[in-house]
Each structure stands twice: as C-alpha cells, then as structure tokens.
Nanobody, 121 residues
Framework: QVQLVESGGGLVQAGGSLRLSCAASGRTFSTYNTGWFRQAPGKEREFVACISRTGAGTYYADSVKGRFTISRDNAKNMVYLEMNSLKPEDTAVYYC??????????????WGQGTQVTVSS
C-alpha cells in the first residue's frame, strides 16, 4: 500500500511558476507508476502528466506539454511537478496518484488528498 501527500500549491500570477511535491510512503514506491491529475471547480478530474517506475518514461496532456515537467526521486520516495508559464486555466486542485500498472489513464489505485493551485490573471 502507498500513501501520498502533496504539497507546494499556492497562489501565483499568470506567467509564474510553482513546484508541486508528492511524498510517498512505503518501501516499494519504485515499483509504482506515478501521475499528476487536476480538478477545476465544476469540472471532471483530468490527467496532467505521468512518469514510469524508473523515471525513464513520461507523458503529458497536450494542455501542459512544454510548460510542465514531471520527475521523481525513488531514493527519497518523491515525485515532482514543475509548472512554468502558468495560466489562469491551470487553476485547480492537483492530485498525485500511484499504481503498479496504470500509466496514461485515470485508473490509478492510490491517491493523495490534493493541493490547491490558483493562478491569477
């Protein structure tokens, strides 16, 4: 089992940057693919980015490609989402998720509680 805790959210102006962190518990974290998702008010949760167990493979939603970077440090049980050139439409609660098999999908088994990101215009 994996427990996930996100941090790093906050209020930023359009064009600014934030770095989200996700701390994972469990000695087998390196066996899980990890993803970032977001949910804006009144909208469904959507995929943002994912990274494979070793970090060798990454995938991004078109809406964030070129602006966001996902990375992980298995030695520290951490996953990161570096967000640059933020736009007001990036405003959402951001969630970290982990799963031994899911990758470019919503079918992740373990989820964090989320961290709020607000981008002002």
């Amino acid at each position: 089992q994996v427990q996930l805790v996100e941090s790093g959210g906050g209020l930023v102006q359009a064009g600014g940057s934030l770095r989200l962190s996700c701390a994972a518990s469990g000695r087998t974290f390196s066996t899980y693919n990890t993803g970032w998702f977001r949910q804006a008010p009144g909208k469904e949760r959507e995929f943002v980015a994912c990274i494979s167990r070793t970090g060798a493979g990454t995938y991004y939603a078109d809406s964030v490609k070129g602006r966001f970077t996902i990375s992980r440090d298995n030695a520290k049980n951490m996953v990161y989402l570096e967000m640059n050139s933020l736009k007001p439409e990036d405003t959402a609660v951001y969630y970290c998720a982990a799963d031994p098999r899911a990758f470019r999908s919503m079918a992740y088994q373990y989820w964090g509680q989320g961290t709020q990101v607000t981008v002002s215009s």
